[in-house]
């Protein structure tokens, strides 16, 4: 089934205790991208990489990082997380150029105390 | 900068009537607008592209430039169609920064 898988789907961690949330897609898809959504903000845009090795910041990229060394996979990592970083996260990927449209995964609520 | 903007958190109709929710947007070069939809429980999924020109599940949205909006219509309300709706604006091409709105609340009273 083709289709984005997050894991995990709940972590709750402390303050300054690095995390990762992984992202993976079997669609071969060139693009994919992290969002947190907050009540009240939608969806924000945290990272996105448009092939293998090229990444660029989205619209709330601060404390957070990502990498892209194989066209299926991108992590999400949270090297120092605080508590404003609580959120839904959501990662989604998509073909590029007129196909383009996203497939999220099914999310991750991180809580951070 | 681009911007989208969903004017309205919370839209409640009777089924039956008509849905209007509301999509205006800010970018300089040409855009290619989207609505996402999220039913309860379920992930986010795609439900129109305005360079589609398609109808789903009896919902249209039309690209008007003059006035910068892009807002999804249904003739008839269906309780089923009771969810969250975003608006996402991307650059031509969706190779790059994807902006949604907050997000509409539709709720469909029986």
């Known amino acids: 089934e083709a289709q984005v898988t997050q894991n995990p789907r709940y972590l709750i961690t402390v303050t300054g205790k690095k995390l990762t949330v992984t992202c993976s897609q079997n669609m071969n898809h060139e693009y994919m991208s992290w969002y947190r959504q907050d009540p009240g903000l939608g969806l924000r845009q945290i990272y996105y990489?448009?092939?293998?090795?090229?990444?660029d910041k989205g619209d709330v990229p601060e404390g957070y990082k990502v990498s892209r060394k194989e066209k299926r996979n991108f992590p999400l990592i949270l090297e120092s997380p605080s508590p404003n970083q609580t959120s839904l996260y959501f990662c989604?990927?998509?073909?590029?150029?007129?196909?383009?449209?996203?497939?999220f995964g099914n999310g991750t609520r991180l809580t951070v105390t | 900068a681009q911007r989208v903007t969903q004017p309205e958190k919370l839209l409640s109709v009777f089924k039956g009537a008509p849905v209007e929710l509301k999509c205006n947007y800010s970018?300089?070069?040409?855009?290619?607008l989207f609505w996402y939809v999220q039913y309860s429980r379920q992930r986010l999924q795609l439900l129109l592209r305005h360079i589609s020109r398609e109808s789903i599940k009896g919902f249209t949205a039309d690209l008007n430039k003059g006035e910068t909006s892009f807002h999804l219509k249904k003739p008839f309300a269906q309780e089923e169609d009771s969810a969250m709706y975003y608006c996402?604006?991307?650059?031509?091409?969706?190779?790059?920064?994807?902006?949604f709105g907050i997000g509409t609340k539709l709720q469909v009273i029986p």
């Open positions: 996402a604006l991307s650059p031509s091409g969706g190779y790059q920064k994807v902006t």
């Open positions: 990489s448009m092939n293998v090795e090229v990444t």
């Open positions: 989604a990927s998509s073909l590029s150029g007129s196909l383009f449209s996203l497939h």
């Open positions: 970018y300089s070069g040409s855009p290619e």
